[in-house]
């Protein structure tokens, strides 16, 4: 039943898909090509965007080196994501082991990859530029079939608005700081 769902689910992605590729045009404001997520789904913000998640599923932001990290976490499931200029384009997940589709989600184009046998490689979401040059990739790893469907079903929910934390803002020079030469 669940491989039956999961192939259910591939088959309107990729008709979303053929959609987007025969010259469909969005606009930012165009997300009624997604159901609605269940009612007891909650708000689950970090900053600059936000997904609907489950009752329980909590974010965490982490250490970052040159973007903003951090990870979304419930149902046994973690969902890891790396907003910056250099995000990870999930350019090694590609056809025939992964189903590898491009749709609008909230009014942003995006690379949704999933791979074709559960529980073996990234299910992922990447948006090139969600705004001011900053890219989006949220994803996680060897999810199982129940898993994939939920984390897919969540990605449908990602919405845009909303500042980057000031604690991941580099602070500015001080007056010292001037290089001497």
């Known amino acids: 039943m669940r491989q039956t769902w999961l192939l259910f689910l591939s088959a309107i992605l990729i008709s979303i898909e053929g959609l987007s590729a025969i010259g469909c045009s ?4 165009n997300d009624r090509f997604y159901p609605p997520a269940p ?9 600059p965007f936000s ?23 419930g149902d046994g499931v973690v969902l890891r994501f790396d907003f910056g200029e250099y995000s990870n384009p999930l350019k090694e997940e590609k056809k025939p082991a992964y189903v590898v589709i491009h ?13 074709r046998t559960p529980g073996h490689g990234t299910t992922g979401v990447y948006f ?13 790893h060897d999810l199982t079939s129940t898993q994939q469907e939920l984390v ?30």
Not at 26 to 29: A, T
Not at 56 to 68: K, N, P, R
Not at 103 to 115: D, L, M
Not at 128 to 139: H, M, Q
């Open 39 to 47: 009612a007891d789904w909650h708000k689950v913000d970090a900053g």
């Open 128 to 140: 090139r530029n969600v705004g001011d040059s900053n890219a989006l990739t949220l994803f996680g």
């Open 51 to 73: 997904i609907l998640a489950p009752p329980g599923w909590e974010f965490h932001q982490l250490q970052g080196v040159d973007s903003y990290v951090g990870e979304f976490v």
């Open 26 to 29: 969005f606009v930012r404001s």
């Open 152 to 181: 897919l079903k969540i990605f449908e929910t990602l919405r845009f608005g909303g500042p980057v934390p000031r604690s991941v803002l580099p602070p500015p020079p001080t007056k010292n700081a001037q290089l001497t030469g």
């Open 103 to 115: 749709a609008p989600i909230g009014g942003y184009r995006a690379k949704i990859v999933s791979p």
